[in-house]
């Protein structure tokens, strides 16, 4: 008898050791204690349980449970779902931000079930991959609003199989505005060419749109001295350094980050900017005669592309004279080539391509300008971008 006590004063310290939280783990299986009524169980391992009484004197040796509770558990989910699920943390992007690979997924999960009873559950997680789409799109103006997308990057959900969604990726550039005015609020249409939206003609004004005066030349000559004709026809001619905004004779660059979304506005009303040289070599895909008018050249165009450039001829400061009208155009873009020197797209009779030549930045030529559009991104290729689809 007193082996016997013994024997149980030893295995109370025992269960007063293991049971010093309500959940102990061994052998990736819990152990749960509980007091009075509260009954322990325990797959495969045999604990006393302690119950006490009004004069904590009773104990009761634990319940072995008998078999393990197996379940096991198939589910599915898309690549871009994000929920927790049990047996996994699962979440549709990685620590870089990346889908997570698609594929089937294992895991063995413990937890209780009814009554304190051991259960192990085994789960099949099967992630079904979505597809990403990458698109541009060219929307008008006018069309913007009933569109339901944004100027920019778009993201919309398609259904596709397995009920997974695909994600596609719209590039939405805009057009067509209803107001494009410039310093002395002269309003002008706009285009599309290409992916990039252009002014439809010219430009006229005087000031720039903070109000600065813009030194600016009308064609004359003694074949065509009508000067009101002239700028209605053909529009002004600047300087390139009045095209960018900078003092006459200035040998300086103004500060632009050509490609990357910080324009240079220069003389060009708010929201478009002077073409850089990537708008510049997007222009000269284009063929010549689709861009020229079908009136007034020598030889004319078809005016394909209906951006209507009109041999606006040049000013020449070699030769203090206005030449080439009816013959030449040239359009100055925001590339500096040197401290006298800068580049311009130009259009020529009988010539059926555009030529980009670098010119004395104090030649008179037209300026034509181009939205602020700066969508760049790394993900649409370059097919992409160069191809977009009406709406």
């Given at each position: 008898?007193?082996?016997?006590?013994?024997?149980?004063?030893?295995?109370?310290?025992?269960?007063?050791?293991?049971?010093?939280?309500?959940?102990?783990?061994?052998?990736?299986?819990?152990?749960?204690?509980?007091?009075?009524?509260?009954?322990?169980?325990?797959?495969?391992?045999?604990?006393?349980?302690?119950?006490l009484a009004d004069d904590g004197s009773d104990m009761v040796a634990g319940v072995q449970q008998a078999q393990l509770i197996h379940e096991t558990l198939d589910t599915a989910l898309c690549q871009n779902d994000v929920q927790?699920?049990?047996?996994?943390?699962?979440?549709?992007?990685?620590?870089?931000?990346?889908?997570?690979?698609?594929?089937?997924?294992?895991?063995?999960?413990?937890?209780?079930?009814?009554?304190?009873?051991?259960?192990?559950?085994?789960?099949?997680?099967?992630?079904?991959?979505?597809?990403?789409?990458?698109?541009?799109?060219?929307?008008?103006?006018?069309?913007?609003?009933?569109?339901?997308?944004?100027?920019?990057?778009?993201?919309?959900?398609?259904?596709?199989?397995?009920?997974?969604?695909?994600?596609?990726?719209?590039?939405?550039?805009?057009?067509?505005?209803?107001?494009?005015?410039?310093?002395?609020?002269?309003?002008?249409?706009?285009?599309?060419?290409?992916?990039?939206?252009?002014?439809?003609?010219?430009?006229?004004?005087?000031?720039?749109?903070?109000?600065?005066?813009?030194?600016?030349?009308?064609?004359?000559?003694?074949?065509?001295?009508?000067?009101?004709?002239?700028?209605?026809?053909?529009?002004?001619?600047?300087?390139?350094?009045?095209?960018?905004?900078?003092?006459?004779?200035?040998?300086?660059?103004?500060?632009?980050?050509?490609?990357?979304?910080?324009?240079?506005?220069?003389?060009?009303?708010?929201?478009?900017?002077?073409?850089?040289?990537?708008?510049?070599?997007?222009?000269?895909?284009?063929?010549?005669?689709?861009?020229?008018?079908?009136?007034?050249?020598?030889?004319?165009?078809?005016?394909?592309?209906?951006?209507?450039?009109?041999?606006?001829?040049?000013?020449?400061?070699?030769?203090?004279?206005?030449?080439?009208?009816?013959?030449?155009?040239?359009?100055?873009?925001?590339?500096?080539?040197?401290?006298?020197?800068?580049?311009?797209?130009?259009?020529?009779?009988?010539?059926?391509e555009v030529i980009n030549e670098n010119h004395n930045r104090n030649y008179g030529f037209s300026v034509r300008c181009v939205k602020d559009n700066a969508y760049s991104d790394t993900e649409w290729t370059e097919e992409l971008r160069k191809t977009p689809k009406d709406e």
């Amino acid at each position: 008898m007193k082996k016997l006590s013994f024997f149980l004063v030893a295995l109370t310290a025992l269960t007063l050791n293991l049971c010093a939280q309500d959940t102990k783990t061994s052998h990736n299986f819990a152990v749960s204690c509980g007091q009075a009524d509260n009954v322990s169980y325990s797959y495969g391992q045999i604990f006393s349980h302690q119950v006490l009484a009004d004069d904590g004197s009773d104990m009761v040796a634990g319940v072995q449970q008998a078999q393990l509770i197996h379940e096991t558990l198939d589910t599915a989910l898309c690549q871009n779902d994000v929920q927790p699920i049990a047996g996994f943390d699962f979440h549709s992007l990685d620590a870089d931000g990346n889908l997570i690979p698609a594929g089937v997924y294992d895991s063995s999960h413990y937890n209780y079930s009814y009554l304190n009873y051991d259960s192990l559950m085994e789960i099949t997680l099967t992630v079904w991959p979505i597809f990403e789409v990458y698109d541009t799109l060219r929307i008008n103006y006018e069309d913007l609003a009933a569109s339901g997308f944004e100027p920019g990057r778009n993201d919309r959900l398609l259904a596709t199989e397995n009920d997974c969604d695909s994600l596609v990726h719209y590039m939405v550039y805009v057009c067509g505005y209803p107001e494009v005015l410039d310093g002395d609020n002269n309003n002008y249409s706009n285009l599309w060419l290409g992916y990039e939206c252009w002014t439809g003609s010219n430009l006229r004004t005087t000031h720039y749109t903070d109000g600065a005066e813009a030194p600016n030349m009308v064609y004359r000559s003694e074949d065509h001295s009508n000067e009101d004709a002239n700028l209605s026809t053909y529009g002004r001619l600047y300087t390139w350094q009045t095209a960018v905004g900078l003092p006459e004779n200035s040998t300086e660059t103004p500060e632009h980050l050509a490609d990357g979304g910080n324009f240079v506005q220069g003389i060009c009303p708010i929201g478009w900017h002077i073409p850089t040289a990537e708008n510049a070599n997007d222009f000269s895909n284009n063929v010549a005669n689709s861009l020229k008018s079908e009136d007034l050249w020598l030889v004319a165009g078809d005016n394909a592309t209906g951006f209507d450039a009109r041999p606006a001829g040049m000013y020449n400061p070699n030769t203090e004279r206005f030449e080439n009208l009816l013959g030449f155009t040239h359009f100055w873009t925001d590339s500096s080539i040197s401290t006298f020197a800068a580049r311009a797209c130009s259009l020529a009779y009988g010539c059926n391509e555009v030529i980009n030549e670098n010119h004395n930045r104090n030649y008179g030529f037209s300026v034509r300008c181009v939205k602020d559009n700066a969508y760049s991104d790394t993900e649409w290729t370059e097919e992409l971008r160069k191809t977009p689809k009406d709406e």
